[in-house]
Nanobody
Framework: VELAESGGRLVQAGGSLRLSCAAS????????MAWFRQTPGKEREFVAA????????YYTDSVKGRFTISRDNAKNTVYLQMASLKPEDTALYYC????????????????????WGQGTQVTVSS
Protein backbone atom coordinates (compact mmCIF):
# COMPACT_ATOMS: atom_id res chain seq x y z
CA VAL A 1 0.00 0.00 0.00
CA GLU A 2 1.36 3.39 -0.95
CA LEU A 3 -0.07 6.57 0.50
CA ALA A 4 0.31 10.11 -0.84
CA GLU A 5 -0.86 13.14 1.11
CA SER A 6 -1.66 16.51 -0.41
CA GLY A 7 -3.35 19.78 0.45
CA GLY A 8 -1.04 21.22 3.08
CA ARG A 9 -0.16 24.90 2.86
CA LEU A 10 0.17 28.14 4.80
CA VAL A 11 -3.16 29.36 6.17
CA GLN A 12 -4.18 32.08 8.62
CA ALA A 13 -5.56 31.27 12.04
CA GLY A 14 -9.29 30.68 11.88
CA GLY A 15 -9.07 29.40 8.33
CA SER A 16 -9.92 26.03 6.83
CA LEU A 17 -8.03 23.42 4.88
CA ARG A 18 -8.73 19.97 3.45
CA LEU A 19 -6.01 17.34 3.33
CA SER A 20 -6.26 14.36 1.02
CA CYS A 21 -4.55 10.98 1.16
CA ALA A 22 -4.65 8.85 -1.97
CA ALA A 23 -3.99 5.16 -1.49
CA SER A 24 -2.72 2.78 -4.11
CA UNK A 25 -3.01 -0.95 -3.76
CA UNK A 26 -5.91 -3.24 -3.06
CA UNK A 27 -8.57 -3.51 -0.43
CA UNK A 28 -8.74 0.12 0.68
CA UNK A 29 -12.27 -0.22 2.01
CA UNK A 30 -11.12 -2.97 4.36
CA UNK A 31 -8.47 -0.85 6.08
CA UNK A 32 -8.73 1.40 9.09
CA MET A 33 -7.20 4.76 8.20
CA ALA A 34 -5.81 7.55 10.35
CA TRP A 35 -4.17 10.95 10.36
CA PHE A 36 -1.22 11.81 12.59
CA ARG A 37 0.85 14.96 12.91
CA GLN A 38 4.35 15.77 14.02
CA THR A 39 6.34 18.86 14.92
CA PRO A 40 10.13 19.03 15.20
CA GLY A 41 11.47 17.39 18.33
CA LYS A 42 8.15 15.80 19.26
CA GLU A 43 6.65 12.37 18.80
CA ARG A 44 4.09 11.71 16.12
CA GLU A 45 0.66 12.57 17.51
CA PHE A 46 -2.64 10.90 16.70
CA VAL A 47 -5.24 13.23 15.16
CA ALA A 48 -8.17 11.20 13.81
CA ALA A 49 -9.14 7.74 12.59
CA UNK A 50 -11.89 6.23 10.47
CA UNK A 51 -12.97 2.62 10.64
CA UNK A 52 -13.24 0.26 7.73
CA UNK A 53 -16.72 -0.46 6.39
CA UNK A 54 -18.66 1.31 9.17
CA UNK A 55 -16.90 4.67 8.73
CA UNK A 56 -16.99 5.24 12.47
CA UNK A 57 -14.67 8.07 13.45
CA TYR A 58 -12.53 8.97 16.43
CA TYR A 59 -10.64 12.19 17.26
CA THR A 60 -8.08 13.42 19.69
CA ASP A 61 -9.63 15.92 22.09
CA SER A 62 -7.78 18.94 20.75
CA VAL A 63 -9.40 18.69 17.31
CA LYS A 64 -12.92 17.54 18.21
CA GLY A 65 -15.51 19.83 16.68
CA ARG A 66 -12.94 21.37 14.32
CA PHE A 67 -11.62 18.48 12.22
CA THR A 68 -13.56 15.88 10.26
CA ILE A 69 -12.12 12.68 8.83
CA SER A 70 -13.90 10.99 5.94
CA ARG A 71 -13.21 8.50 3.19
CA ASP A 72 -14.27 7.83 -0.39
CA ASN A 73 -13.72 4.15 -1.08
CA ALA A 74 -14.50 4.58 -4.77
CA LYS A 75 -11.53 6.95 -5.01
CA ASN A 76 -9.30 5.14 -2.51
CA THR A 77 -8.95 8.42 -0.66
CA VAL A 78 -9.22 9.59 2.93
CA TYR A 79 -9.71 13.24 3.81
CA LEU A 80 -9.11 15.49 6.78
CA GLN A 81 -11.26 18.60 6.75
CA MET A 82 -9.81 21.14 9.16
CA ALA A 83 -11.62 24.26 10.33
CA SER A 84 -11.00 27.00 12.90
CA LEU A 85 -7.30 26.33 12.54
CA LYS A 86 -4.96 27.44 15.30
CA PRO A 87 -1.20 28.09 15.27
CA GLU A 88 -0.78 24.99 17.43
CA ASP A 89 -2.17 22.90 14.55
CA THR A 90 1.02 23.66 12.62
CA ALA A 91 2.69 20.34 11.85
CA LEU A 92 3.63 17.81 9.24
CA TYR A 93 0.48 15.74 8.72
CA TYR A 94 0.76 12.06 7.88
CA CYS A 95 -1.76 9.57 6.59
CA UNK A 96 -1.54 6.00 7.91
CA UNK A 97 -3.18 2.71 7.03
CA UNK A 98 -3.75 -0.55 8.85
CA UNK A 99 -3.46 -4.00 7.36
CA UNK A 100 -6.55 -5.24 5.57
CA UNK A 101 -9.12 -6.36 8.16
CA UNK A 102 -6.47 -5.83 10.80
CA UNK A 103 -5.94 -3.71 13.85
CA UNK A 104 -8.23 -2.43 16.52
CA UNK A 105 -10.35 0.70 16.43
CA UNK A 106 -9.57 3.26 17.45
CA UNK A 107 -5.83 2.78 17.54
CA UNK A 108 -3.92 5.92 18.48
CA UNK A 109 -0.45 4.36 18.50
CA UNK A 110 1.63 5.21 15.45
CA UNK A 111 3.74 2.09 15.85
CA UNK A 112 0.71 -0.07 15.08
CA UNK A 113 0.24 1.35 11.59
CA UNK A 114 2.40 -0.38 8.97
CA UNK A 115 1.77 1.98 6.07
CA TRP A 116 2.61 5.69 5.93
CA GLY A 117 2.73 8.55 3.49
CA GLN A 118 5.49 11.13 3.24
CA GLY A 119 3.49 13.87 4.93
CA THR A 120 2.12 17.26 3.96
CA GLN A 121 3.05 20.48 5.79
CA VAL A 122 0.34 22.59 7.39
CA THR A 123 1.40 25.96 8.73
CA VAL A 124 -1.08 28.18 10.56
CA SER A 125 -0.04 31.79 11.03
CA SER A 126 -1.35 33.93 13.87
Amino acid sequence: VELAESGGRLVQAGGSLRLSCAASGPLFSGRNMAWFRQTPGKEREFVAAIRRRTDSTYYTDSVKGRFTISRDNAKNTVYLQMASLKPEDTALYYCAAMEYDGGSFPDVKSANYPYWGQGTQVTVSS
